[in-house]
Nanobody, 127 residues
């Protein structure tokens, strides 16, 4: 059974940086698209970043483009989200997700495109 465990969340001042990690166990992520989503209180879960199985293709929404960077280390079975120039509106629970539907599939930005999810890690940005 696959497990995705996020870490690295915390409280940071506006303008600061955080690096989130998502460690997978029980299954290799090497051939699969991975993504990050977030959910703020009272809001729907939203797409933050995705990365292709080999790491060569990434995609971000305009709200985080240029500030967030997704990366992966398939040897460590881990995906990362480097967040910089953080804003109070970035405060949310951040979730890691894996698309295990098929090997080497295209990247996807929708929640329904992912089959497995972590429990989330809280990020709070103070103004």
């Amino acid at each position: 059974q696959v497990q995705l465990v996020e870490s690295g969340g915390g409280v940071v001042q506006a303008g600061g940086s955080l690096r989130l990690s998502c460690a997978a166990s029980g299954r290799s992520i090497s051939d699969y698209t991975m993504g990050w989503f977030r959910q703020a209180p009272g809001k729907e879960r939203e797409f933050v970043a995705t990365i292709s199985w080999a790491g060569g293709l990434t995609y971000y929404p305009d709200s985080v483009k240029g500030r967030f960077t997704i990366s992966r280390d398939n040897g460590k079975n881990t995906v990362y989200l480097q967040m910089s120039v953080l804003k109070p509106e970035d405060s949310a629970v951040y979730y890691c997700a894996a698309d295990f539907r098929s090997r080497r599939a295209p990247i996807t930005t929708t929640m329904t495109g992912y089959t497995d999810w972590g429990q989330g890690t809280q990020v709070t940005v103070s103004s």
